[in-house]
């Protein structure tokens, strides 16, 4: 069956680099592309980035400047890397099986920015 | 960047019919999707493409609307159906709305 794990660290210092792995299983990541979605607590999801099936990358102009999305078809991998992280940065992020709406979610990864 | 606008919260009681809108700041067609979330859990895809029920989704969810005005329609509701409703869209770029908070008497 369809599943995504999302993993990294849940504790990042201001002005550090946040790094995150989803780890997909029953579905190929040459077929569908996946998405990094971020929800701060009591508040709405915020959709960050697409790394699209055939290899290309989309990114919220509002975060451009700071993410990178990669992946590592091999081991059915997706990487997220955003640097300079402030406080509001801190909330829980998902990775989510893309087809333009999100129909799998992995369970997320709760990361807080404070030193 | 299309706004999504939703009202915070409602409260209904079991086996009323409940509508939960979700206005757009521009036309996204039909570009948009309803999720369910619970407490300490991720999102849960409900409808697609602004009327089509996902696959697992109760009948009793159903969803309407084009161009900018949109609704969720759970009819009727059921004690567990108590979450948040968040709006997306996918017609320009990628937003979601801030969510309706469902409360069931």
């Known amino acids: 069956q369809v599943q995504l794990k999302e993993s990294g660290p849940g504790l990042v210092q201001p002005s550090e680099t946040l790094s995150l792995t989803c780890t997909v299983s029953?579905?190929?990541?040459?077929?569908?592309?996946v998405s990094w979605v971020r929800q701060p607590s009591g508040k709405g999801p915020e959709w960050m980035g697409r790394?699209?099936?055939?290899?290309?990358?989309a990114y919220n102009s509002a975060l451009k400047s700071r993410l990178s999305i990669s992946r590592d078809t091999s081991k059915n991998q997706v990487f997220l890397k955003m640097n300079s992280l402030q406080t509001d940065d801190t909330g829980t992020y998902y990775c989510?099986?893309?087809?333009?709406?999100?129909?799998?979610w992995g369970q997320g990864v709760m990361v807080t920015v404070s030193s | 960047d299309t706004v999504l606008t939703q009202s915070p919260a409602l409260a209904v009681s079991p086996g009323e019919r409940v509508t939960i809108s979700c206005r757009a700041s521009?036309?996204?067609?039909?570009?948009m999707h309803w999720y369910q979330q619970k407490p300490g859990q991720q999102p849960k895809l409900l409808i697609y493409?602004?009327?089509n029920l996902e696959s697992g989704v109760p009948a009793r969810f159903s969803g309407s609307g084009s161009g900018t005005d949109f609704t969720l329609t759970i009819d009727p509701v059921e004690a567990d159906d108590t979450a948040t409703y968040f709006c997306?869209?996918?017609?320009?770029?990628?937003?979601f709305g801030s969510g309706t908070k469902l409360e069931i008497k």
């Open positions: 989510t099986r893309d087809l333009t709406c999100f129909d799998y």
């Open positions: 029953g579905f190929s990541l040459t077929s569908y592309s």
């Open positions: 790394m699209w099936y055939d290899g290309d990358t």
């Open positions: 521009e036309s996204v067609s039909t570009g």
């Open positions: 493409g602004a009327s």
């Open positions: 997306q869209q996918s017609w320009n770029d990628l937003t």
